[in-house]
């Protein structure tokens, strides 16, 4: 398809211009925390009053700057062009120990065909790729004699909103939570794209392309163990570190699985490009995915079944996200307890991490919780709920996300696209709140050895120019083709 803004190919200065801001990114140091996103804001805002594009930047904490940026379709809002589509993505990074890193985290450099530095993939690479974007379009609106500030995009029906966030490291709520809590006008769109999906991996030699649908939630649960103080010299059961101990064993064993609507349809998908062993194994876990369907929502299997599956299909990394993808999770974060060496503790706190599945509310968990622990050592606690976050689910069948599936396709003949949960949360559960369906959608191309889960903050993360290379045409056809 092409419109009068519509451009397949990125010459090689284009490339080289992506690959300067990505780097010019990298060097500007936004680790949360502090965040100091502001920088980044700040130089990015400089970048699109260079395309003659306004852009709008917040600092409602010190520090901690988010830019919004926006232009124009001739149909939107009111003239049947349709909502915005919005690029959604993140300032910020996790910290990262120079003294374990091939290169200058905070350095980018380019070196053996990589971009290297903390954000390489999470997620200035996508940040980059979206000003890029916005740069090609307001130069499309120029060569056509337009001012991108105000006229339309030439071949343009709905805008096209760009918002880069502060905290989403952290939660966002100093971010894309504040502008939906005080700005949610600026944010309002048929749909976002955003991180954490559109990322090729290569499974039993397919490249598979998983478009992220759904996202976990969080529950953060404090647990208050009551025993009896003592005297260490007359041990005793009513001990509060053993009570405690004896909980975390419990919560340590892996819970029922359950199939969400994005992890059925995705096995559906890839059951037809599997070898016969991983599809004996499906078959053990959800039998209407090798028959064809997506799989029932929910499978009454054997969770050992499903692990042992996973530990001989999977690599041990990708087995643990799997696994992650299909139960409630609970992780221990926290154990404390005791005040002396010879004082039998009375008291004793765990705080513990649940990853809630769609589907799964906070009373739901809780249950879940009272069921491992038993209700012999469910009377020893009290259970304080210090932070709560719902799963978010966006529609499967969107035209945003049937059109996400067909460009990859278009780009990638052998590209297979899937529906995605991420196991963790991103700024989509603000997005969410005000109703728009944000779809993780950052294509890149990956290689061997471009394990982009380990990257994820881990040490050396990096991206490749070739990823980039058919990261920014493939994001192209899906903004230009969206908002056509
Ligand atoms: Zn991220």
């Known amino acids: 398809m092409t419109t009068d803004v519509g451009r397949d190919e990125m010459t090689d200065r284009e490339l080289a211009e992506l690959i300067e801001l990505l780097r010019g990114l990298i060097r500007i140091k936004s680790v949360n925390p502090p965040g100091d996103e502001i920088l980044v804001a700040r130089y990015l805002e400089q970048v699109f009053a260079d395309e003659g594009i306004p852009a709008t930047v917040v600092e409602p904490f010190p520090g901690r700057g988010s830019i919004v940026a926006r232009v124009h379709g001739d149909g939107a809002p009111k003239g049947g062009g349709g909502d915005p589509l919005l690029l959604l993505s993140h300032l910020d990074v996790v ?17 053996d065909g990589y971009v290297w530095g903390r954000g390489a993939v999470d997620m200035k690479s996508m940040v980059a790729m979206e000003v890029q974007v916005m740069r090609r379009l307001a130069r499309a609106a120029r060569e056509a004699g337009r001012n991108p500030a ?27 939570g504040w502008l939906v809590d005080n700005h949610p006008d600026w944010l309002r769109a048929a749909g976002a794209l955003n991180e954490a999906g559109g990322m090729a991996m290569t499974y039993g030699g397919v490249r598979f392309y998983p478009i992220q649908v759904a996202e976990k939630g969080f529950v953060v649960y404090k647990l208050h163990v009551k025993g009896r103080w003592g005297h260490g010299s007359v041990p005793t059961p009513d001990n509060a570190a053993v009570l405690a101990a004896r909980i975390v064993a419990r919560l340590a064993e892996p819970g029922p699985v359950r199939l969400t609507q994005a992890i059925g349809v995705s096995l559906a998908r890839a059951v037809p490009h599997l070898t016969v062993r991983a599809v004996a194994a499906i078959a053990a876990l959800a039998p209407a995915a090798v028959a064809g369907a997506a799989a029932t929502p929910s499978a009454a299997v054997d969770p ?14 990708l087995a643990r996200t799997v696994s992650a993808m299909i139960h409630d999770t609970i992780s221990v974060g926290i154990i404390r307890a005791g005040v002396k060496y010879n004082v039998i503790p009375g008291v004793a706190e765990i705080e513990i991490d649940c990853r809630t599945l769609p589907g799964t509310d906070e009373p739901a968990m809780l249950e879940e919780l009272h069921r491992r622990i038993g209700d012999e050592l469910w009377a020893r606690i009290e ?11 966006a529609p499967l069948d969107s035209p945003l996300y049937r059109l996400l599936e067909k460009v990859v396709v278009d780009h990638d003949a052998r590209g297979v696209p899937v529906p995605f ?40 993360e990096r991206v490749s120019v070739d990823a980039l290379r058919f990261g920014l045409p493939v994001l192209w056809d899906a903004v230009t083709r969206f908002c056509a």
């Not at 050992?304 to 990394?317: Q, S, T």
């Not at 259970?383 to 689910?393: F, K, N, R």
């Not at 944000?438 to 881990?458: A, Q, R, V």
């Open 95 to 111: 910290p990262a120990e120079p003294a374990s890193w091939k290169h200058d985290p905070f350095g980018g450099d380019l070196a």
């Open 150 to 176: 105000t006229d339309p995009i030439p071949g343009l029906r709905r805008d096209v909103i760009f918002c880069s966030t502060a905290d989403e490291e952290a939660g966002g709520w100093q971010g894309a």
């Open 304 to 317: 050992a079944r499903v692990e042992a599956a996973l530990r001989e299909l999977c690599d041990p990394i």
């Open 383 to 393: 259970v304080e709920c210090e932070q709560i976050g719902s799963a978010v689910q």
């Open 421 to 460: 949960l991420a196991p963790f949360a991103t700024d989509a559960k603000h997005l969410a709140r005000i109703g728009v369906p944000t779809y993780g959608f950052s294509p890149l191309k990956t290689g061997s050895g471009d394990g982009l889960l380990e990257l994820m903050h881990g040490d050396d």
